[in-house]
């Protein structure tokens, strides 16, 4: 049996690549092929930059070569009409017609949205940094396959300052919380289907310290840290646990169980994805 064709998509630009590699080490594209070598080991996985000016991008029948397309997320905005936007919509177009299950995170999922008809708005002064917090279903939706193995409410990883303001037509709100009622997502677009989530079950504890430390003032700013301080204790906890999951006192400091300390359970979108979707359509498309 041929191991699966999985394609990651890096949504961010290269300047913010190369910032998110100074403070985590990684860029999102990078987070994503170390949670997808986790979940699927063995896969052949491989990377492109839809985003950047001149990348040469694989067409429709390329596409429909993989068994899996994955849209990290992005510091674009995807209401704003700048190239990089317009580029990355019109990748996603093709992801759709070309029939291959797709998923993305936060950037990934307004993505999705955009390119099936739907619109992404600006949280203003809101967001949710570090974590989603009592997530739950949506009406009808406590069954859809995204969420299995999830508890009827919990937390994830999320880092996010828009939100989406319309799903397009036939799309389906599978998660969300009283932040942002739609978390989590399937859209159904031309021959495509996706699936896609407002959080990260793709990122390390140690990403998340890192992406707090990385939009310090603007959280500051905002109310979420008194000061500078306040903001690197809450980060150095954060990076604590990352280090010592099984700690039970800082996981009481900061509100967490298992459903984000335990690397598994925190990537449980990526596996169900894979199984309930990759899979079975790479057996109707005879790969297995």
Known sequence: MSQLRLLVAESAPPSSREER??????????????ALRAVVPGATLDQIFPADDGEVLPDRDALAGYDGIFLTGSPLHLYDDKPEVRRLVDFMRDVFDSGTPSFGSCAGLQLAVVAAGGSVRSM????????ARRVTACAGAADHP??????????????????VERLPE???????NSVTPVLAAEIR???GIFWGVQYHPELSLREVAAALRREGDELIEQ???ADRAALDAHADRIDALHRAPDRRDLAWQLGLDDQVTDPDK???????????RVRPIRAARGRE
Request: hydrophobic fraction near 35%; charge should be negative.
């Open 21 to 34: 590699r100074r403070s985590a080490g990684q860029s999102q594209g990078e987070s994503y092929l170390d």
């Open 124 to 131: 203003g002064d809101g967001r949710e940094a570090g974590f």
């Open 146 to 163: 995204l969420l299995d193995g999830r508890p009827p409410a919990f937390d994830v990883p999320a880092i996010y300052s828009d939100q």
């Open 170 to 176: 036939g799309a389906t709100a599978i998660a969300g």
């Open 189 to 191: 677009c031309g021959e």
């Open 223 to 225: 109310g979420f840290a």
């Open 266 to 276: 925190r990537r449980r979108e990526l596996a169900n994805f894979v199984a309930h």
